[in-house]
């Protein structure tokens, strides 16, 4: 019924940007903190960034001063700025959002199918 679903993804040369969206839609009462995260293969999910429903934002050392998050509460929609990139940020990566299905119950994590970002040198 939640889903996350991402966008953005593809193709890019070094140096160059890209922006990655995820859009969270179905019935729920409210989403907490959305994140990005990266997968290489053969290696463990990591952080890439996350942002409040205030709009404050954590980004990993990894890409901090190259890569930034936003949010658009009001289209339930993260954002992932990239700038800069590396062959080294090719990856798969993943939207997570913590959801509130209803005001009393916890928060559930939900996490997108994930987008490819592929970087050539």
């Known amino acids: 019924q939640v889903q996350l679903v991402e966008s953005g993804g593809g193709l890019v040369q070094a140096g160059g940007s890209l922006r990655l969206s995820c859009s969270v839609s179905?019935?729920?009462?409210?989403?907490?903190?959305m994140g990005w995260y990266r997968q290489f293969p053969g290696k463990q999910r990591e952080l890439v960034a996350t942002v409040t429903t205030g709009g404050t934002t954590n980004i990993a050392d990894s890409v901090k001063g190259r890569f930034s998050i936003s949010r658009d509460n009001a289209k339930n929609t993260a954002y992932l700025q990239m700038n800069s990139l590396k062959p080294e940020d090719s990856a798969v990566y993943y939207c997570?959002?913590?959801?509130?299905?209803?005001?009393?119950?916890?928060?559930?994590?939900?996490w997108g199918k994930g987008t490819l970002v592929t970087v050539s040198s």
């Open positions: 179905g019935i729920f009462a409210s989403i907490f903190v």
């Open positions: 997570n959002a913590d959801v509130k299905i209803r005001m009393i119950a916890p928060a559930t994590p939900y």
